[in-house]
C-alpha cells in the first residue's frame, strides 16, 4: 500500500497505524446534489452555488459542517468548505462526512487529488456524486488526521495574513496615489519649504513616443528565434508591476530584428491593445510589438518612475469614464492630448520614492506568499498519496 513521504508522530513520539485503503464513499455518511432554489438580496441565510455564495434565501436548508463541489460546467471539480445554516444549489454537490472525520484534513486531501480526472462531457463538464463515492483515497487516524489539518490550517493562516497585508498595503497605496495627484498631499524641500505650483500638460508636450512594430503577417516562423535570438516585448509581457515579466514568451530572429523596434534597458512602455494601460519601465534591452507604446524622449524634466504612476492613474481615471470599465481601444492621437498633472523635478522624485517604496512592500509580501503557496503545495504533496 502507498504511504506518504511525511509523516506525523503522537504526542508520545510514536508512529500512528498505517494509512487505511478504500472509497470516498466509505468516510461519507452522504453525497449529494443541493435543492434549495429560493434566491434574494437580502436573506438571511447564503445560498451557495458551485465557486462561492450566489445569493441569500429567507430560510435554510442545510446545516454544519459540509465540503461543496462543483457539479457541472467548467469549474467542475472546484471545492471549497461551509458551515452553519445555509442554502446549496442544483449545480452543487454537497460532501457529508460520517463521524468522526476531520473535515479540514479531507478538504485537503481532496484539494490535492485531481478531480478533474472524474469531470466527463465536452458540451457539459460534469461531475457525480457516483464517482466520488468510488474514488480511491488513502486515509489516517482520526488523531493523525487532526495533526495533519491543524498543521495546514496554520500555514493556511499565515497565508491568509499575508494576503490580507498586500491587499491592505494595495488600497493605501490607491489612496495615497489619489490623494498626492490630487494635489491635497503635498511634499516639501528638503528645507521644509513649498515646492512649485504643478502645471498642467498633454502628453504630446510632455514626450515623443511611437508605436513598436513587427513584420507582418504575425505567423511566419521566419520571424521566431526562442533560442538565440532577442526577447521580443507583446502585452502579454507586461506585469503589472511597472515591470517585464523576467522572460518574454517569444524571442525574434535577426531578420525580424530588421523590422522591429528597439528599446533600451530602462525605457518606458505602454499596452494600447487586449489589456490597455499595463506600464512597463523595461528591466532588459528588447523589440517592441506594435500593441506597445514607447516614450523615446521627453521634452521636460521628468522622473520616470513618476511618469509611470502618472500614467497609471490616468488610465484608471479613462477606466472608470469607459463602459464597463474597460477602455477597447487607444491611438497614440488620442493619447497625445491626455492632459496630466506635472511638478518640480525634485518633487516628482520624493512621490516616485514614496511610492516606490510601497511598492517594493507590496512585492516583498508578494514574493513571500508565492513561496508559502509554494511550499504548502510541496506539503501536500507529501503528506498525501
Known amino acids: 500500500m502507498s504511504v506518504p513521504v511525511l509523516r506525523f508522530k503522537d504526542d508520545d513520539g510514536r508512529e500512528f497505524p498505517e494509512w487505511e485503503n478504500d472509497s470516498l464513499g466509505s468516510y461519507a455518511e452522504n453525497i449529494s446534489s443541493g435543492k434549495s432554489n429560493a434566491r434574494n438580496e437580502s436573506g438571511s441565510y447564503i445560498l451557495y452555488g458551485s465557486t462561492d455564495a450566489i445569493g441569500y434565501a429567507d430560510d435554510y436548508d442545510y446545516q454544519g459542517e459540509k465540503i461543496l463541489i462543483a457539479r457541472v460546467g467548467a469549474n467542475a471539480g472546484y471545492l471549497y468548505r461551509v458551515d452553519g445554516d445555509y442554502c446549496v444549489s442544483d449545480n452543487t454537490l454537497m460532501l457529508t462526512l460520517k463521524k468522526p472525520n476531520n473535515y479540514s484534513f479531507f478538504f485537503n486531501l481532496l484539494t490535492n487529488t485531481n478531480l478533474n480526472k472524474l469531470v466527463f462531457g465536452s458540451g457539459q463538464p460534469l461531475i457525480t456524486g457516483g464517482h466520488l463515492k468510488i474514488l480511491d483515497v488513502v486515509i489516517p487516524s482520526l488523531p493523525e488526521q487532526t495533526k495533519i489539518a491543524n498543521f495546514l490550517t496554520a500555514v493556511d493562516e499565515k497565508i491568509s495574513q499575508l494576503t490580507q497585508k498586500i491587499e491592505l498595503l494595495a488600497q493605501y497605496k490607491k489612496g495615497v496615489m489619489q490623494q498626492i495627484f490630487s494635489q491635497e498631499l503635498r511634499f516639501k524641500d528638503e528645507d521644509g519649504r513649498d515646492f512649485p505650483e504643478w ?3 498633454s502628453l ?11 513584420p507582418q503577417p504575425y505567423g511566419l516562423e521566419k520571424w521566431y528565434d526562442d533560442i538565440n535570438g532577442v526577447p521580443f516585448i507583446q502585452v502579454f509581457d507586461v506585469n503589472d508591476n511597472f515591470r517585464l515579466k523576467n522572460k518574454t514568451k517569444r524571442k525574434i530572429s ?3 530584428q530588421l523590422q522591429s523596434v528597439f528599446v533600451e534597458t530602462g525605457s518606458i512602455l505602454i499596452t494600447i491593445q487586449g ?4 506600464i512597463a519601465i523595461t528591466q532588459y534591452p528588447a523589440y ?18 513618476y511618469f509611470a504612476y502618472v500614467l497609471f492613474l490616468l488610465f484608471e481615471i479613462e477606466k472608470e469614464k469607459a463602459p464597463g470599465g474597460i477602455i477597447k481601444t487607444i491611438t497614440k492621437e488620442v493619447l497625445t492630448d491626455f492632459e496630466v498633472f506635472i511638478c518640480d523635478y525634485a518633487e516628482q522624485t520624493k512621490i516616485a520614492n514614496f511610492l516606490t517604496a510601497l511598492d517594493n512592500k507590496i512585492t516583498h509580501n508578494q514574493t513571500q ?7 504548502k ?6 503528506m498525501f498519496v
Open 199 to 201: 502645471e498642467v500638460k
Open 204 to 214: 504630446g508636450e510632455i514626450a515623443k513616443f511611437r508605436r513598436g512594430s513587427f
Open 254 to 256: 535577426k531578420e525580424a
Open 275 to 278: 489589456s490597455i494601460g499595463r
Open 288 to 305: 517592441v510589438d506594435r500593441t506597445l507604446l514607447l516614450f523615446e524622449s521627453f521634452k521636460v524634466d521628468i522622473n520616470k518612475y
Open 369 to 375: 506568499l508565492n513561496a508559502l503557496k509554494q511550499y
Open 377 to 382: 503545495q510541496g506539503l501536500l504533496q507529501q
